[in-house]
């Protein structure tokens, strides 16, 4: 049978937190069905952070009340610290991930706080949502790189992996959040996580700011990694990282892998379909994915 690889759809949340057009709460609603119909079973739908600080993220509580919850679909919400771990539970998220910060720069403007000083937060809150018998993830961000202080350690991402995993979270993200990281740097850094959290299931994030996305990601599969955070039309950015451009595309990453022999369990054409739906009418602006520039091949894949 062909090797599953589980795709982590954040269009609903990393995809729309930095776009110019805020995406009324009705059309968020028919974003998620419409990523439900092309068969993703987990997503990010909601962060909650100060609406201040992410005005597109505003009506994350209303969101979490009106998603469907009989489609067996899992929706994880952002947190950054306490208040945010406990709005997420508040708010019946299936998952909670949380951000550690693995560059000092990216994280006093970030979450005002040092890479230390995110582990130490994460082992104080994560009892809370392991009393509701939640499960947490972390997001290691900037694990490749940051936009102020430059190159980031690799035995710093370890540190924070390890730190994470003795804490309890059940699964450790690499955040390549400015789009900085080459194939070699991404097994380097698997690597090293492995040997500091060796029974931690990995996922990776890439943005595709540099043109590396689909090489990072074929890394990480080579390296045994079998989620990967994509987002629909390669939508998405940091509202605290400078030229920090979308994520990379679902539909090119399924395209891709289903090439490539493995089984991602969503629909293409519906992905294609969706990501001309959001520059129609969901954004109403040109989005980067090249399938939905291109089509699928063969023609009838969309």
């Known amino acids: 049978m062909p090797r599953p690889i589980e795709i982590v759809e954040v269009g609903p949340r990393d995809g729309l937190q930095n776009d110019p057009v805020l995406m009324p709460t009705e059309v968020k609603l028919e974003f998620i069905d419409r990523l439900i119909a092309a068969g993703v079973k987990r997503m990010e739908a909601a962060s909650f952070v100060h609406p201040k600080l992410v005005p597109a993220m505003a009506d994350s509580d209303t969101i979490m009340t009106k998603v469907p919850r009989d489609k067996g679909v899992r929706y994880i919400g952002l947190a950054l610290n306490e208040r945010g771990m406990r709005r997420a539970l508040d708010a019946k998220c299936d998952e909670v991930n949380f951000v550690m910060v693995a560059s000092e720069g990216f994280g006093k403007r970030n979450q005002n706080a040092t890479p230390e000083e995110t582990a130490d937060l994460f082992d104080k809150i994560a009892v809370l949502a392991h009393d509701d018998d939640v499960p947490v993830s972390v997001t290691i961000s900037v694990a490749f790189g940051d936009p102020f202080d430059g190159e980031v350690p690799v035995d710093r991402v370890a540190m924070l992996a ?57 890394a990480a599969v080579e390296a045994g990694v079998d989620v990967i955070d994509a987002s629909v039309g390669g939508i998405g950015g940091c509202p605290f990282a400078p030229k920090a451009t979308g ?56």
């Open 247 to 302: 994520n990379v595309a679902t539909e090119d990453v399924v395209y891709m892998l289903e090439r490539g022999g493995y089984d991602t369990g969503l629909d293409l054409s519906r992905l294609i379909e969706t990501a001309k739906w959001l520059e129609a009418e969901g954004l109403k602006h040109p989005v980067d994915s090249a399938l939905a520039k291109a089509g699928g091949f063969p023609p009838s894949a969309g």
């Open 162 to 218: 390890g730190r994470a995993a003795a804490a309890g979270a059940i699964e450790i993200a690499l955040g390549d959040t400015i789009g900085v990281a080459n194939p070699w740097d991404v097994r380097e850094r698997i690597d090293a996580v492995r040997n500091a959290a060796p029974d931690a299931r990995l996922r990776l994030h890439f943005h595709n700011t540099r043109n590396t996305a689909m090489a990072n990601i074929y």
